[in-house]
């Protein structure tokens, strides 16, 4: 009985020491662990960019490369935002089957400072850049860039990331809504951009309709081709390479620009150009067509179609004739003396003051700017010039406006 006992003894004095040593081991691989963590040496940028490019190249080393870099040198950047931030690297990178990345360099501060610009330098401070390179010679290349702390350590910027990712994010937002034809939505996101007078709801409404048209019958690239040329903090550029010229003969470049403005809303530059409308080379009244740019008339045809002129001013010698007409003003050249008067071809027309003449059916004097974008939305991405191509050749059709913001002046002119 007393051998039992001893033995019970012995056998939980052995557990107690074998737990009190399971402890003290347990307690030292977390102290050895928090060791590691607070003594974790700092990273180089060529060692930051290798561990970058190692998530890049495969999606699951993300966490990988995050945990690998001193939490000094991310400043406080969650994972969530690493592996957003990644993601949107990766995107880049494969963008027009570029394939992996093999190996980078390392930019010079003048090259960082020419491709970024005083706004980003002067928000961020000093940067640092490396160019990712590929096994052949890529159309845009990616570039990842650093913040640079007083010591002269390279982090990356959490301001930096988050503001790529918002401006990524809104990019990809807009097209999903281009591609979805939501009209609505897409005028929500241009309004804010748009706050002069002129910029009516009516205006505003007719620029995304026209946009998502435009996206519907012209653009051939999927949203997953779009390339983007630019992004850094505040902006981002981006390349849609198969999209219909407006003949629907060939393909040609789109490009768009987002960026943040000052008030915290994103500008989104989306030109496209006014469509050629042949109705604006025609002279109107009322409903009727009277006369073309281009078009040869002798003066007789000239008097049937339009009446006797106010004025008449021929020379023959310059071959011009000017003939007036209440609020209207037409330049003939080429002109040549016939057996019963003279010949010309119809170069100019121009609206002046108040006139009963229309260029096409609904350009007039003292029509408003709002009234005329809302007709030929973009317009003024042109400086309020539309071009007209009849086959045979371009007309310009140019506006100018009064203190009112009224047109008094309309001119069509090859």
């Known amino acids: 009985m007393n051998n039992l006992k001893r033995m019970m003894v012995l056998v939980i004095s052995s557990l107690f020491i074998f737990s009190s040593s399971a402890c003290?081991?347990?307690?030292?691989?977390?102290?050895?662990?928090?060791?590691?963590?607070?003594?974790?040496?700092?990273?180089s940028i060529q060692e930051m960019t290798r561990v970058l490019i190692s998530s890049i190249n495969d999606k699951n080393k993300t966490a990988d490369a995050y945990s690998s870099i001193p939490e000094f040198q991310t400043e406080g950047l969650s994972y969530s935002y690493f592996y957003e931030y990644i993601n949107i690297l990766r995107d880049i990178s494969t963008q027009d089957n570029n394939g992996k990345v093999v190996s980078f360099r390392i930019m010079s501060d003048d090259e960082c400072a020419y491709l970024l610009g005083n706004r980003i330098l002067n928000e961020y401070g000093q940067i640092k850049g490396a160019q990712l390179l590929y096994s052949s010679d890529v159309e845009y290349p990616l570039y990842i860039f650093y913040s640079v702390s007083p010591e002269g350590t390279v982090y990356i910027s959490k301001d930096w990331v988050t503001s790529i990712i918002s401006i990524y994010n809104y990019g990809n937002h807009y097209f999903t809504l281009l591609e979805e034809g939501n009209i609505d939505a897409?005028?929500?996101?241009?309004?804010?951009?748009?706050?002069?007078?002129?910029?009516?709801?009516?205006?505003?409404?007719?620029?995304?309709?026209?946009?998502?048209?435009?996206?519907?019958?012209r653009v051939r690239s999927n949203p997953s081709e779009f390339e983007i040329t630019t992004l850094v903090p505040g902006q981002m550029s981006v390349r849609i390479p198969e999209t219909l010229s407006s003949d629907g003969n060939s393909f040609e470049d789109h490009n768009v620009v987002l960026t943040l403005q000052d008030d915290g809303n994103y500008n989104i530059d989306d030109k496209i150009s006014v469509a050629s409308d042949i109705n604006l080379v025609y002279l109107v009244r009322g409903d009727e067509r009277l006369i073309r740019v281009g078009n040869e008339y002798s003066y007789g045809q000239l008097?049937?179609?339009?009446?006797?002129?106010?004025?008449?001013?021929?020379?023959?010698?310059?071959?011009?004739?000017?003939i007036l007409y209440p609020g209207l003003l037409l330049r003939f050249d080429d002109a040549y003396e016939t057996s019963d008067s003279w010949s010309g071809t119809l170069t100019s027309i121009r609206l002046i003051g108040s006139s009963a003449y229309s260029i096409g059916y609904n350009i007039y004097n003292g029509m408003s700017r709002a009234q005329l974008l809302t007709s030929y939305p973009f317009v003024d991405e042109s400086d309020y010039v539309i071009e007209v191509n009849t086959g045979s050749r371009s007309y310009n059709v140019l506006f100018d406006f009064n203190e009112e913001d009224l047109i008094e002046s309309v001119r069509v002119t090859g």
């Open 24 to 43: 003290n081991i347990a307690d030292q691989i977390r102290n050895n662990v928090q060791e590691r963590i607070v003594v974790q040496e700092e990273l």
């Open 186 to 217: 897409v005028k929500t996101l241009l309004a804010p951009s748009l706050t002069d007078a002129a910029y009516t709801d009516d205006v505003v409404y007719a620029k995304a309709s026209l946009l998502c048209d435009y996206y519907r019958l």
């Open 303 to 322: 008097l049937t179609i339009m009446g006797e002129p106010s004025s008449l001013n021929i020379d023959f010698d310059e071959g011009r004739i000017m």
